[in-house]
């Protein structure tokens, strides 16, 4: 991303446990971004089905993500629920912060879609259940993204007032009200932190809103001579590559709400592979020295590329 705006991490840094209210723009990268802000460890929900598979469910395991089975998924699912609860609530007890997407859904776009009922479920749960965690706050969170489509993003992850168990003055015994003024709640404060922008507008309307929002279009100091040099060499070297990542992405996801974070695995997981790859290769075939060179050369190309 070009620039990373965070507001008031305040309200999800310290003394938690903290629920995250997240909305979901842009798949597993928007996880991505609200762990890269936060100093405790964070857990994610996520779609169960891709649980399914023991290998993955490992994986996906040691990076703190925790299965969401729908009812949708088939009735056998049903049962988990109570595992997405209790691991969430051993997370939360142990200090560290639980992202639940609320919108219950991913889709590209800059809106707050229709809050599903289980961030107010969970929270009722832990506010109320057994063992129960008074003291938690549900935090409304908004990610908000300049684009959906590759690098070179403005992005605003903004961090909203907490919902503390006082502030729902239904009592918890009536659920079904409690439930709905919860979520009355969070919808106003998760609101006041993303961008909010019409279909309608034509893309220079769109993109003045935007740079309105991300505090005006970027202004970038001239490179030097040396630095066009070196941009322009590392975008040169790197156009072949990155075009096979990006229509890899495209045929694997087609172009869904997949794409930026199938996109981004790959240039994060794969591209240091081949680096260490190709400086094998350089080593082998012209010493030492020239893998190293080659090692050191090509991640540097690649960020003066993106930068210059």
């Not at 890269?36 to 857990?43: A, C, K, R």
């Not at 007890?93 to 009922?117: A, I």
Request: include cysteine; charge should be positive.
């Amino acid at each position: 991303m070009r620039r990373l705006i965070v507001k008031n991490a305040g309200n999800a840094s310290g003394r938690g446990p903290f629920l995250l209210a997240s909305n979901h723009p842009d798949s597993f990268f928007d996880a991505v971004v609200i762990g890269s802000v936060l100093d405790q460890p964070i857990h994610t929900l996520t779609r169960g089905d891709v649980f399914k598979k023991p290998a993955a469910a490992f994986w996906l395991r040691q990076i703190n993500l925790i299965p969401v089975f729908r009812g949708s998924e088939g009735r056998q699912y049903v049962k988990n629920h109570d595992v997405t609860t209790k691991e969430s609530h051993d997370a939360l007890k142990k200090g560290d912060s639980v992202v639940v997407f609320s919108e219950g859904v991913c889709v590209n776009e800059w809106r707050l879609r229709p809050l599903g009922k289980g961030t107010a479920r969970m929270a009722h749960h832990i506010w109320y259940g057994e063992d129960a965690l008074p003291t938690m706050e549900v935090v409304p969170t908004g990610l908000n993204y300049e684009h959906f489509r590759g690098p070179g993003k403005r992005v605003a992850l903004n961090f909203g007032r907490g919902i503390k168990q006082t502030d729902i003055s239904t009592s918890p015994d009536e659920y079904e009200k409690w439930l709905r003024e919860f979520n009355e709640i969070l919808d106003v404060r998760m609101n006041a932190e993303i961008l909010t922008l019409s279909p309608d507008l034509s893309r220079s309307e769109r993109q003045q809103e935007l740079d309105r929002f991300f505090g005006g279009p970027a202004i970038q100091k001239k490179p030097n001579p040396l630095q066009q040099f070196l941009g322009i060499a590392g975008r040169v070297i790197h156009q072949p590559l990155y075009q096979f990542f990006v229509k890899k992405s495209a045929k694997l996801t087609a172009r869904s709400v997949f794409y930026d974070s199938v996109l981004f695995g790959m240039l994060v997981y794969i591209y240091p592979l081949l680096v260490v790859l190709l400086a094998i290769i350089a080593g082998i075939f012209g010493g030492l020295k020239a893998g190293l060179i080659l090692f050191a050369g090509l991640p540097l190309l690649a960020w003066a590329g993106s930068k210059y």
